[in-house]
């Protein structure tokens, strides 16, 4: 395999991984912004939260669709993502404790799992990074 090859696959590996967390985000944004009655009552994520919260998830969908859309992946374009899933899964890990909300145990659910979930993203795009730039 030649280096332009390598660079080829590492570069389409990467692009899934942010498509993939673009399609959950989004999936993720709708329920909690078209849903937040449901969220409401099924999580115990006021509409106060899960609307804005929904929002932001949607603009985090658009975003990473563009950043893995470019013809050539930019570097800091992916470090800029990977910065905000550590970040975005920092923050619901720790909202169920702050007592800021009051989440029912499928809550607790979600957003730990959702924690996880966006962690688990951050580590496979610093990973396809560092393919790409090897």
């Not at 006021?46 to 050539?72: I, T």
């Not at 550590?86 to 890990?93: I, Q, T």
Request: aromatic share 8%; glycine share 12%; with cysteine.
């Amino acid at each position: 395999m030649t280096a332009t090859t390598a660079t080829a696959s590492a570069q389409t590996r990467l692009r899934g991984i942010l498509r993939l967390d673009a399609f959950a985000c989004a999936g993720f944004g709708l329920l909690l912004a078209a849903g937040a009655p449901l969220a409401d009552r099924f999580l115990g994520l006021d509409p106060a939260w899960a609307v804005p919260f929904g929002v932001y998830l949607l603009g985090c969908a658009v975003a990473l669709g563009l950043v893995a859309g470019y013809p050539d992946l930019v570097r800091g374009q992916v470090i800029g993502v990977v910065a905000n899933n550590v970040l975005a899964a920092a923050a619901m890990a720790a909202l169920p404790f702050t007592g800021l909300v009051e989440l029912t145990l499928a809550g607790y659910a979600l957003m730990l799992g959702g924690a996880a979930l966006v962690a688990v993203f951050a580590i496979a795009e610093e990973a396809g990074l560092k393919r790409l730039e090897a």
